[in-house]
């Protein structure tokens, strides 16, 4: 662990002690609407949001056992002035898109003369603008360093930057404190197996971030996570949140069959999810593990049908296979696909957007999260972007829909109409419930899938008449809603692992179709804006 001050915001000054009794305020400030956000959908559910700060209830498990320690998650409920002035530090977690929220919790924090620390994935990846508006900057993983900077709050040695260059063994780190939730406000639970990427995607700061050396826990880790879980009465669906669930291939087959058998003698308590590369098509063995250990669906990140764009990035792994037969295998194997998608890479020719759409309806992927190409720093991507002096100084959030933060190969006003014309494409609503039915039909679920046990009969009814309220009767999409809905129960009734999925895609709709209208409007506004590259363009850093 070290600390290499660079500039003035970075110079060690003395903080009072904060004793050994500290009062810590741990807050996951608020993230916009997005493709992940399913807010639309959530109009119609008990829940407020999708899934918890993972990061910072493990966080909350480093900290000494004498602290007293309280989360407010923002999607949750609302940041009160009681709230920071209750605490002696406000520890603040944050991914990129999270950025105007953390700058407003700090500043209030500040205003209300409370300390600050700040760490994650944001912090991690550019800590010199952290420095100026938080007191403590956190960079890099600090579970098995975190004691150490405790007691420096405690004694008053604090620094302003803690800067941490190992890899923790993430078989030491604790179970999360999911106690500190407001468990009933989730529709999702998160759990971590694995941290790193053996990858060398330049565009992705997960290797960064990690590592390309994949760490895992120990499968009686995680089954102690998910007993804790169920102690705590959580009946619903689990997120492993991995980047990469297979980056260690063999770390994730022992976990999977380890969890069959966690699965089988509880009667399947839990549904689980997860991302993992598209080489997974060429791991048989694992697909069936992940099955019968009740996974239903998986997230890829398929890019973009262009090799020559993946080439360009080094997205190697989906060059290895064809990746309209990746899906169709996971499909047939059990597992449901969803894709990440990217435009705005240098190889890309003006007929990327035909080529996005057309394989996203071949494939039949319903949930198909698109977005343009981004610098991250410290990735090989903004590396080389900033050395050829592409980079754009006024863009620096990545969350949907905008556009690139360097000057791209396609002209900008082509790139942000394109991007428009994809969305409206792969979400008109006709077309998204086509596509979802066929997904449905191509979906082999095997015997030994079953869906999570909420929401109860009850909850059920709720939903049912908000959705035939607010999609059958009000939406503008009625025609392919009614159609969608018909042909489910007609078809899937006696199928509760398709019917429960089917119902869960129909009630989307009421997220990505009036998001997708989001996008578009952005992406007008966007194209009013567009502006001479030069008059953007960052100082390049020399070689």
């Not at 407003?104 to 800590?127: D, F, H, I, K, N």
């Not at 007191?135 to 360093?145: A, S, Y």
């Not at 997974?280 to 090799?307: Q, T």
Request: aromatic share 10%; charged share 25%; with cysteine.
């Amino acid at each position: 662990m070290t600390s290499e001050p660079s500039t003035q915001h970075t110079t060690d000054r003395a903080f009072p002690p904060l004793g050994n009794k500290i009062k810590a305020l741990l807050v996951w400030p608020k993230i916009p609407n997005s493709f992940w956000s399913f807010s639309g959908m959530l109009d119609l559910l008990p829940e407020k949001v999708v899934m918890p700060p993972l990061g910072l209830i493990t966080l909350a498990a480093l900290c000494p056992a004498d602290w007293t320690i309280r989360l407010i998650d923002e999607a949750v409920e609302e940041l009160t002035d009681d709230d920071i002035l209750w605490a002696d530090l406000v520890m603040v977690g944050a991914m990129t898109v999270q950025q105007a929220g953390l700058d407003e919790v700090l500043a209030r924090a500040r205003r209300l003369g409370r300390r600050t620390m700040v760490g994650g994935p944001y912090a991690s990846g550019e800590p010199a603008r952290m420095l100026p508006i938080a007191d403590h900057v956190v960079v890099g993983e600090p579970d098995e360093v975190f004691l150490e900077i405790a007691r420096d709050l405690e004694q008053g040695t604090a620094r302003r930057l803690y800067e941490i260059a190992d890899k923790p063994d993430v078989t030491k780190t604790p179970i999360p404190r999911f106690d500190l939730l407001k468990l009933d406000c989730y529709a999702s639970m998160s759990v971590q197996f694995s941290r790193g990427c053996p990858f060398q995607c330049e565009f992705c700061d997960i290797i960064i971030l990690y590592g390309r050396k994949p760490r895992t826990k120990l499968p009686q880790q995680m089954v102690a996570e998910l007993d804790k879980l169920l102690s705590l009465g959580w009946k619903k669906q689990v997120f492993i949140v991995d980047d990469n669930f297979i980056g260690n291939h063999k770390h994730a087959l022992d976990l999977c069959l380890e969890l069959e058998k966690w699965q089988k003698g509880l009667r399947d308590p839990v549904m689980l999810y997860t991302e993992a590369s598209m080489d997974l098509a060429r791991k048989p063995a694992l697909i069936e593990a992940m099955v019968k250990a009740n996974f239903f669906y998986v997230f890829l990140g398929i890019e973009s049908p262009s090799k020559e764009s993946l080439q360009e990035v080094k997205k190697l792994q989906n060059l290895a296979m064809d990746p309209v037969n990746c899906i169709e295998l996971l499909h047939q194997k059990g597992l449901w696909v969803t894709g990440g998608f990217i435009v705005g890479f240098d190889s890309d020719t003006e007929d990327i957007f035909e080529q996005q759409v057309e394989f996203i309806e071949r494939t039949a992927i319903p949930w198909a999260l698109l977005n343009f190409l981004h610098a991250l720093p410290r990735t090989a991507l903004y590396d080389r972007m900033q050395k050829e002096g592409r980079i754009l100084v006024s863009r620096g959030s990545s969350s949907d829909g905008t556009p690139p933060n360097f000057v791209t190969t396609m002209d900008s006003a082509v790139l942000l109409r394109g991007f428009g014309r994809t969305v409206a494409a792969i979400y008109d609503p006709g077309k998204f419930y086509e596509r979802a039915w066929r997904s449905l039909e191509r979906w082999e679920a095997q015997g030994c899938q079953h869906p999570a046990k909420d929401p109860t009969t009850g909850d059920i009814i709720r939903i049912v008449a908000r959705s035939i309220w607010h999609q059958g009767l009000r939406s503008s999409y009625r025609k392919p809603y009614w159609r969608f809905f018909l042909r489910m129960i007609g078809r899937y009734s006696t199928n509760r692992p398709k019917l429960w999925l089917a119902f869960t895609i129909l009630i989307s709709g009421h997220h990505f179709i009036p998001y997708a209208n989001e996008l578009l409007e952005k992406v007008e506004r966007e194209l009013v804006n567009v502006k001479p590259a030069q008059e953007l363009i960052a100082a390049p850093v020399a070689d």
